[in-house]
C-alpha cells in the first residue's frame, strides 16, 4: 500500500502544477500520510517482530491499522472534493491516530517482553 501512494502522489501534483486540479494540493498528504506513515508502520511492525524472534505475519489487528491508517489518507487527500473539509480533515486525523494508537496496542506488549526465543536483547 505504500508504494501505491507514491505515483498518486507525484500525479497528483503533476495535476495541480500543469491543469490547476483542486484535489491535486492534496499531492504532499498522498506521500507523507499515505506512503511515509504506513512505510514507517510497516518497518516498525517488522522489525519489532523480527528483533523479538517472533514470526513475521501481520496479525489481523495490525492488517487492521494499515487499513485505518490508509483510510486516513484517502480521506485527507479526498478533502478538497467533499463538500466539508473540516469534517474529512477530522475525519482522516482520527483513522490515522486509531491506526497508531491500534499499532501501539499490539506492539508495546511485544517490544517490553522477553524475546520469543528466551534470548537476551
Not at 67 to 89: F, N
Amino acid at each position: 500500500m505504500a508504494y501505491g501512494w507514491i505515483p498518486v502522489g507525484l500525479i497528483l501534483k503533476a495535476g495541480w502544477l500543469l491543469a490547476g486540479l483542486n484535489v491535486g494540493q492534496s499531492w504532499v498528504h498522498a506521500l507523507t500520510a499515505g506512503a511515509f506513515a504506513t512505510m514507517i508502520m510497516a518497518v516498525m511492525s517488522r522489525a519489532a517482530l523480527g528483533h523479538t524472534r517472533r514470526e513475521i505475519v501481520a496479525a489481523k489487528a495490525t492488517v487492521a491499522a494499515y487499513l485505518l491508517l490508509t483510510l486516513g489518507a484517502l480521506v485527507r487527500v479526498l478533502a478538497p472534493l467533499l463538500p466539508d473539509m473540516m469534517i474529512a480533515y477530522r475525519i482522516a486525523g482520527t483513522a490515522w491516530e486509531a491506526a497508531f494508537i491500534l499499532f501501539l496496542i499490539i506492539y508495546a506488549p511485544i517490544l517490553v517482553s522477553r524475546r520469543a526465543d528466551g534470548r537476551p536483547g
